[in-house]
Nanobody
Framework: QAQVVESGGGLVQAGGSLRLSCAVS????????MGWYRQAPGKQRELVAD???????NYADSVKGRFTISRDNAKNTVYLQMNSLKPEDTADYYC?????????WGQGAQVTVSS
């Protein structure tokens, strides 16, 4: 079983930056894809960005050029650097990890962008 814990959320003004981290722990043999999803109030959860074990990345159109996903395989950690934040980026951000054939989610990190 893997445990997934996000950190780094908070309140920021429009145009500002935040960095989310997601650490994976537990009895894990292999981590495959890692990604970030978000869910705004009243909306469905949506993919923000993901990254494969080989480093290939994929971004939602709404965040391209502003957000960067990266991972440190030695630390079993994935990051999301968020720049030029907009009020519409306000949401709960969830880390999703595919490891050992299973899918694991974190508890979520709240990001609020004020105008």
């Amino acid at each position: 079983q893997a445990q997934v814990v996000e950190s780094g959320g908070g309140l920021v003004q429009a145009g500002g930056s935040l960095r989310l981290s997601c650490a994976v722990s537990g009895s894990i043999y292999s981590i495959n894809a890692m990604g970030w999803y978000r869910q705004a109030p009243g909306k469905q959860r949506e993919l923000v960005a993901d990254i494969t074990s080989g480093g290939s990345t994929n971004y939602a159109d709404s965040v391209k050029g502003r957000f960067t996903i990266s991972r440190d395989n030695a630390k079993n950690t994935v990051y999301l650097q968020m720049n030029s934040l907009k009020p519409e980026d306000t949401a709960d951000y969830y880390c999703r990890v595919i490891a050992d054939g299973g899918v694991y989610w974190g508890q979520g990190a709240q990001v609020t962008v004020s105008s």
